[in-house]
Structure formats: structure tokens, C-alpha cells
């Protein structure tokens, strides 16, 4: 199964042209489940809706509580911005759950939960976006306590361990990662534990998802990091659910246009279709 997660970057640049690159990238790469952040719709058009049509993928998308910084800095109070998830396989059932966060920052963060209707085993799914002030890790650790306890309640129910995917705005060796991920600082829910992917990945790899090679990045002076991450939960019976690579994508202009000021991280996990790993 090949997961992928990518910050979109909102509505922001040459939005149009931006979208058609991501469409590009997307429709080469053809991820399984993609879950996505800084999604907007606008004027009954959805950027989640226009991909999934293209990409004969479902789809599901939840929006902000509170777009309204994040219209201000677009200059534009009809656009609403949330996260979204793309599926070749149908969604069974979803939810979301509002983050908490710091009065200055409120800006409507949230995270999104998927069941996957995938063969053999239905896959519980999820994408978040957390506050990206440099100084609000604090907060970050408080959101994810929430969204932990949020996988928490909707992982029962199936063998394959549950897939988190978002822009976590922290580095690998930050409070709220380390807490989130629960095996190398105590966890967020007591014994519950997620394997970071890019543990697997080949050390030689680039791994910034926040790159100043990217001139949207660059424009801001400020350094590289890896903030994007796929999760998943200890392997089931067999090796379910383990990751079998992982890699930085997304990374390069297409047609001379950089579709987002992240990259994407890709993974492909063992199963559910694989016919050896039956419930």
C-alpha cells in the first residue's frame, strides 16, 4: 500500500498553475491514500474534490473552525482552508477533532480520520496539521496528546495498525515528535507507540520536507528541516503495516513550477492486498 502526505500550501502563489503540478506529481506517483494539509475550497470548487476526479480516487474533507488569519494573509474572506484524504479505496467511516491552540495563533487546526475500505483489512487512516509558530511547541505537545488519544479511539476494529500522516511543523528531535511517536520520550497515551517511516529510509537520502532548495522556502531565511511524517503503529501479524521504503517526493519544479512549498513523503507499507496477510 503506498501512502503519501503533502502540505499544499493552501491557495498561496500561482495557485492554478501550482495545482496542475501537484496533479502531475500525484498522478505519477498513484498513491493508494494520500492524506493532505492546507487544502481550500472556494466557491463550491474543492482543490481534495478537483484531485480525486482526476485521479478516480474518494475523497473526504474537513475545514477549519477558524480560516479567518489564514484569509487575511491571502487578502481573500471566501476562501476556506482544512485537510482532506484521497483513497483508491471507498471511506467506510470518518471524523475529525479540533487542536487545542495558543490565542495568537488560532487558526483552526485539526485532524482527520479515515476508515479505508481496503481488501482484507480496512485501514484506520489519519492527517493533521499542526501550529507552525516556531515558539509553540508547548502547544504542539498539547495537540499531540489530543490527536494521539483521537487515534487512539478510532484504531479498534481491524489488524492493521493505524497510518498517521501530516505536517507536524516540528523537527524529528522535538518535544511534541518524540512524545507523539512514544519510543524515545514517554508516550502521548500510555503504551501506544508509532514507528516513524523515515526510520527506514536510506541515510544518503535528502530528507527535508521544508527545503531551501524550494525558492518559496528560501524566501523566508530559514533552515531546512524534515517536518512532514508518516507514522504507523507496531507491525501486525506477518510484518502488516511495516514499511518496505520511504522516500522524499514532490521535490522538483514541474514544468518550472514548484506545486507546494513542502515536498511529500512517500511510503509503501506491506498489505492489506497482499493475499499472504489474511484477517
Known sequence: ??????????????????????????????????????????????????????LGMHWIWAPSRAPQGWQR?????????????????????????????????????????????????????????????????????????????????HRPGTGFPPVVTGDFNAWPDSDEVRQFAGYKAAPAVPGQVFLDAWEYADPAQPSATWSAANPYVAAGFEPSARVDYIYVGPPGPEGLGSVSSVQRVGDEP??????????????????????????
Open 73 to 153: 494573509r491571502l487578502g481573500d474572506s471566501t476562501v476556506d482552508i482544512g485537510n482532506a484524504v484521497l483513497s483508491r479505496w471507498p471511506i467506510a467511516k470518518h471524523d475529525m477533532v479540533e487542536l487545542p491552540t495558543r490565542q495568537e495563533d488560532e487558526d483552526g487546526r485539526l485532524a482527520l480520520y479515515a476508515r479505508i475500505d481496503a481488501p482484507t483489512y480496512q485501514v484506520p487512516f489519519f492527517t493533521t496539521h499542526l501550529t507552525a509558530a516556531l515558539d509553540a511547541s508547548a502547544v504542539r505537545c498539547r495537540q499531540v496528546g489530543v490527536l494521539a488519544e483521537f487515534v487512539r479511539a
Open 1 to 54: 500500500m503506498r501512502v503519501l502526505t503533502w502540505n499544499l500550501w493552501w491557495r498561496f502563489g500561482p495557485w492554478e498553475e501550482r495545482r496542475e503540478a501537484i496533479l502531475t506529481v500525484l498522478a505519477e506517483l498513484q498513491p493508494d491514500v494520500i492524506g493532505l494539509q492546507e487544502v481550500w475550497a472556494c466557491g463550491g470548487e474543492n482543490l481534495a474534490e478537483w484531485l480525486a476526479s482526476r
Open 254 to 279: 514541474v514544468d518550472g513550477v514548484w506545486p507546494s512549498d513542502h515536498a511529500a513523503v512517500l511510503a509503501e507499507l506491506r498489505g492489506p492486498t497482499d493475499p499472504r496477510l489474511r484477517p
